[in-house]
């Protein structure tokens, strides 16, 4: 052993060992004061995994979705020549570029009739897509109900096979289309007689069955996995069912012409987002349910302004041919896609001058190497903004004030927690000083037996040392437990408290994310036994002080 | 409570006070086995020692001038009434406190002017102490509380590596002190006069040259007390362990070769 480990060795007497683990095992009010250390690491750790998956799935998302730059036009008539820009990026980022598409981006409103005669609508951000190149810049194919369309995106609509595996998902594609249509004929060969009783149906369905309605006999066969949502209604004898003749009439005079057979022919296709179609709730029995209003197959009516300078509404009638579900209700409450060429035809965006067709802004996927800040300005410099009129921002630049917000919570919380962990160390320090005037004559004892006062200091020292271990292990330990069985956990606290810790109809996450993070276990870890060894620096000191005849006297 | 004490002494039980190569902090070599009778220099001397403690605005003189020596392998009791400063003088000998004036010094060096460090190695490795209420740590075991000098002044390591050997002296020492059946007991588990003899094995392990007792018998019943006292007796007559003993006890003070009274903080002169 050399000179210096036989020196470390040598420090480390057996008595300061052997006393701050016997006082260890039986000080248990000790043990007490460490129990908020334990609890404070414990929540520092939970906090953080959670606040880490959340943040992360949020990233994960949103950058997924919103592609890394952005350049928008905010001109009515659009970014001419998108394809010189494009072949200008390519040609100032070179590398740093691996995908772009155009866009074609417009506020819109969505009307959805429903089953009971009334429409509902909802504000859209409506997007026209190039179905080749769209997927390649933003993660947009993963969230697609069909899994076809994961693979190869088509705005024709499926017969079936709509997310299957999904519970209560209704009937969907080709299949729910001829049925509806069917249904819808053959209740527009009836009469019309009983328009007041339908009313009052509408307004209390359940009171009073209607009697004198009858189905007509040759209504199409429901398609077995039909049980949910807008057509179940719709089939339910005593709903209004021959209310959609007013709402197809409708329907009829401002998209459809004579020769349009809903039966096998679709309108424009669109990928609605989900929760614009959906509503989601809980059922009596906790289980969550969404409630379709329209559902692929079905037709919706979208208006939005056309592309000149004189802004006219334009109506036009499509059919959703998908869902869109990223789980961020933000975007799933709001977006619309549609076929870009089709989009541009319908709000005539042409060039005036050229006759080329124009978008509202480009969308570029970076090499993973580039740095988004630095391409993001490289195109600034190329398209300065006195002159094109671009708006060039990064994922990270549009969502800035939300990442910010949960940057801050996160850095509020940490440090909200760890002033708890700084609390407990108080307690830690009122708890030693007792111990220290407890073992008062101990202390002068030892030092009548030669122990010196650095050897009676590093005693408590060490203690704190390790009840700072012990705490901040056990702390540990038990927040790793608590973040692997967190949802568990959220469970069996629903069940105790009858309240609803996690909603999934607020997060539209079915578990609850969390990461942890090694690195930041380590540090919380090392900051709560540093908090305790410093908690006990202060009553060492006076332990050390202790003068050893007084220490001995001391009754 | 056992009585029965050693009346032959094993060989390895010699080691409490066999010659050994420690020197002082100053380097001077101990020595030993010097009979009170002999004129060689004192093993412990102090000279016009004085001590006064200060309480508020009052100063209250405890040791006013004590003069005193101690030769090798005497055993000397100081005997006085409470508020002698008989327990304060031992205090100072035991370098657990510093005196106002005078000086003592310990086989020629001075002592009471030491640094910390060294009179922690003195009190550690030359002198032992025994106290009126024992002050055994509640803590350890006896076998532990034995140890403990031991421990103060080895490093875990090389404490370890020896700890067999640390322990058979430990053991011996409880034979002779006849605590050898309480090795694995808490303090709290003894009765005052185990408590005492554990003490007193605990005192010995670093095989002091002097023996510091401060009312070893003040808290004891007379029967136990006697039995401290026989082994006090007994590891000066047959270890020639130089001891000095506090009492206010006359029948006590009687057992020691020498007697020094106190009256008033100075030695009454016979």
Redesign the interface.
Same mark, same amino acid.
């Not at chain 1, 060795?9 to 008595?15: D, K, L, N, T, V």
């Not at chain 1, 002068?444 to 006062?453: F, I, T, Y």
């Given at each position: 052993m050399d000179g210096r480990r036989?020196f470390l060795?040598?420090?480390?007497?057996?008595?300061k060992?052997?006393?701050s683990w016997?006082?260890l095992r039986?000080r248990y009010i000790a043990l007490a004061s460490i129990m908020s250390v334990t609890l404070g690491v414990a929540t520092l750790i939970v906090v953080n995994s959670v606040m880490s998956g959340f943040t992360h799935e949020m990233h994960k998302r949103m950058h997924g979705i919103l592609s890394d730059i952005v350049i928008e036009c905010y001109e009515p008539s659009g970014m001419p020549e998108p394809a010189w820009h494009m072949q200008e990026i390519q040609r100032v980022l070179g590398d740093d570029v691996v995908a772009m598409t155009p866009v074609v981006h417009v506020p819109a409103m969505v009307n959805i009739r429903l089953s009971n005669g009334r429409s509902m609508t909802k504000w859209i951000n409506f997007l026209g897509i190039d179905p080749a190149t769209y997927g390649e810049v933003c993660d947009f194919s993963p969230y697609l109900i069909h899994p076809q369309n994961q693979n190869n995106l088509s705005f024709a609509l499926r017969e079936d096979g709509y997310d299957e595996e999904r519970v209560n998902f209704p009937t969907s594609g080709w299949q729910h289309r001829r049925w509806r249509v069917g249904l819808e004929r053959s209740l527009s060969q009836r009469p019309s007689n009983d328009n007041a009783q339908i009313d009052s149906a509408i307004i209390q369905p359940a009171a009073e069955p209607l009697e004198t309605f009858e189905l007509p006999d040759d209504i199409p066969e429901l398609p077995s996995k039909l049980d949910s949502g807008v057509t179940q209604t719709s089939l339910d004898k005593t709903s209004p069912d021959n209310s959609l003749q007013e709402t197809d009439s409708v329907y009829s005079q401002t998209t459809h012409s004579d020769v349009f057979d809903p039966m096998d022919e679709q309108h424009t296709g669109v990928i609605l987002g989900m929760a614009i179609c959906t509503s989601r709730h809980k059922t009596a029995d906790g289980e969550v349910r969404d409630h379709f209003f329209c559902q692929p197959g079905d037709d919706v009516q979208i208006q939005f302004p056309n592309a000149g300078q004189e802004v006219k509404a334009i109506f036009e009638s499509f059919t959703v041919v998908d869902l869109y579900e990223s789980k961020m209700s933000e975007y799933d409450s709001t977006f619309a896609f549609v076929p870009l060429s089709k989009l541009q035809e319908m709000r005539n965006m042409f060039h005036p001058e050229t006759g080329s067709r124009t978008v509202s802004s480009l969308q570029l996927r970076l090499n993973p190497t580039a740095d988004l800040e630095t391409v993001r300005d490289r195109l600034r410099a190329h398209f300065p903004v006195e002159t094109f009129g671009y708006s060039i921002q990064s994922w990270r630049d549009m969502q800035g004030p939300l990442l910010a917000a949960v940057q801050m919570e996160t850095t509020i919380l940490n440090i909200l927690l760890f002033l708890i962990i700084a609390v407990a160390g108080f307690g830690i320090l009122a708890t030693f000083f007792m111990i220290v005037v407890e073992k008062t004559?101990?202390i002068?004892?030892?030092?009548? *037996?030669?122990?010196?006062?650095r050897?009676v200091m590093s005693i408590f020292l060490s203690y704190g040392f390790s009840l700072g271990i012990v705490g901040s292990g056990v702390g540990m330990v038990l927040g790793l437990i608590f973040v692997k069985y967190l949802n568990e956990i959220a469970g069996f606290v629903e069940i105790l408290t009858g309240q609803e810790v996690f909603d999934p109809t607020i997060y539209y996450f079915e578990t609850i994310p969390t990461i942890t993070n090694p690195l930041t276990v380590v540090w919380v870890t090392i900051g709560a036994v540093s908090i305790a060894v410093l908690a006990s620096i202060l009553p060492a000191i006076r332990a050390a002080r202790l003068?050893?005849?007084e220490a *001995?006297r001391y009754e | 409570m056992s009585s029965a004490l050693p009346t032959s002494i094993k060989p390895e039980s010699r080691r409490i006070h066999s010659v050994d190569d420690r020197t002082l902090p100053s380097g001077k070599t101990g020595q030993h086995h010097v009979s009170p009778a002999d004129q060689s220099p004192a093993l412990l001397e102090c000279r016009q020692l004085m001590k006064s403690y200060v309480k508020g605005s009052v100063t209250i003189p405890v040791l006013r001038g004590i003069d005193f020596s101690l030769t090798a392998g005497e055993f000397v009791s100081i005997i006085g009434q409470s508020g002698s400063g008989k327990s304060t003088l031992l205090?100072l000998l035991?370098t657990?406190?510093a005196p106002d004036a005078g000086e003592i010094t310990f086989e020629g060096n001075r002592i009471d002017n030491l640094p910390?460090?060294s009179r922690?190695?003195?009190?550690?490795?030359y002198f032992g102490?025994i106290?009126q209420f024992y002050?055994?740590?509640?803590?350890?075991t006896v076998l532990?509380n034995v140890l403990?000098?031991i421990?103060?002044?080895?490093?875990?390591?090389?404490?370890?590596l020896n700890r067999r050997k640390h322990q058979n002296h430990a053991k011996d020492l409880l034979e002779l002190v006849g605590l050898s059946h309480r090795l694995t007991h808490k303090p709290r588990e003894l009765s005052g006069g185990e408590m005492q003899r554990a003490a007193i094995a605990?005192s010995l392990i670093a095989e002091p040259q002097l023996l510091l007792a401060d009312e070893p018998t003040g808290n004891l019943d007379r029967s136990n007390g006697l039995d401290i006292m026989k082994i006090l007796r007994t590891l000066n007559a047959q270890h020639n362990l130089t001891i000095v003993m506090v009492t206010h006890d006359n029948s006590i003070a009687q057992e020691a070769d020498r007697t020094v009274r106190l009256v008033e903080g100075l030695v009454e002169k016979v």
């Open positions: 036989l060795a040598e420090g480390m007497a057996m008595y060992l052997l006393l016997r006082y039986t004559r101990d002068g004892v030892l030092k009548s *037996l030669g122990a010196p006062s050897g003068h050893p005849v *001995l | 205090h035991a657990l406190d910390s460090s922690d190695i003195l009190r550690n490795r102490m106290f002050h055994l740590l509640p803590e350890l532990e403990t000098p421990m103060i002044s080895r490093g875990a390591v090389s404490y370890l605990r």
